[in-house]
């Protein structure tokens, strides 16, 4: 039987760059990790395109999706549904392929349940000032909704200790590279060479 590929999971408050970084990681030719395109019942942005940024849904088919199981996880994050469809990960995992998730926190405690041999990372803003300026500046959200996210943000980063790793965003080259080293190390870690070496080890015994 193949060997299961490796589901990562990047989260982390909404502005801190997680969408840039992932976009980053996946633009480099040595990337392996397949994206997990998500369902919202939020309105696209502009330049958004429907099976590409998102699955873009009505809420009565998001909620007949959960009602029909088709999510692996789900959450309402500021007047909007957002989760991941359990058929491409389930799928993509079981053809031995990197799974890489982009998900606010609610979200990704509740795969952490599902599948607790996932690889879990929390995207750190170097600020609180920082990130406001982000979400800010990126100009996508009006006054009202920039205020809940970062009110959001506030109750999200307490939880950073669920994760595996808490990376810093203070460059986004900086980032990508502790992200795809971290990813490298955990597959040294788990199957790929530590099996190796212990066999080399018991034959020198
Ligand atoms: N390291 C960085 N330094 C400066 N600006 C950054 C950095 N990373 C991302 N940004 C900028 O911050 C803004 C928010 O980034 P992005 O949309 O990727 O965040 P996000 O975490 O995906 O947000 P959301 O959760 O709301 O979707 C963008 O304008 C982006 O260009
Ligand atoms: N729990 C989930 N959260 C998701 C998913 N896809 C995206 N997100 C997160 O939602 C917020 C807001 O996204 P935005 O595109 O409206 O800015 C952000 O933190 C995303 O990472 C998902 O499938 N499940």
Request: aromatic share 10%; charged share 35%.
């Amino acid at each position: 039987m193949k060997e299961r590929g490796l589901l990562i999971v990047l989260s982390g408050p909404s502005g801190v760059g997680k969408g840039t970084v992932r976009k980053e990681i996946f633009s480099q030719d040595d990337t392996k990790f397949h994206y997990s395109i998500s369902v919202t019942t939020r309105k696209p942005r502009t330049g958004e395109v429907d099976g590409i940024d998102y699955f873009f849904k009505s809420r009565e088919e998001f909620e007949e999706m959960i009602e029909n199981e088709k999510l692996l996880e789900w959450a309402e994050f500021v007047g909007n549904y957002y989760g991941t469809p359990v058929d491409y990960v389930e799928k993509t995992l079981s053809e031995g392929k990197d799974v890489f998730l982009e998900i606010e926190v609610q979200g990704a405690l509740q795969v952490r349940k599902a599948f607790p041999e996932g690889l879990f990372i929390f995207l750190m803003p170097p600020s609180l000032d920082e990130l406001k300026n982000r979400i800010v500046t990126r100009g996508t959200e009006s006054a009202d909704i920039i205020e809940n996210r970062l009110l959001a943000a506030k109750e999200e980063i307490l939880l950073m200790d669920a994760y595996d790793y808490v990376v810093e965003n203070d460059q986004v080259n900086l980032a990508c590279d502790r992200i795809k080293a971290i990813v490298t190390a955990e597959h040294c870690r788990r199957e790929r060479v530590a099996p190796r070496y212990k066999k080399k080890i018991s034959e020198v015994e």
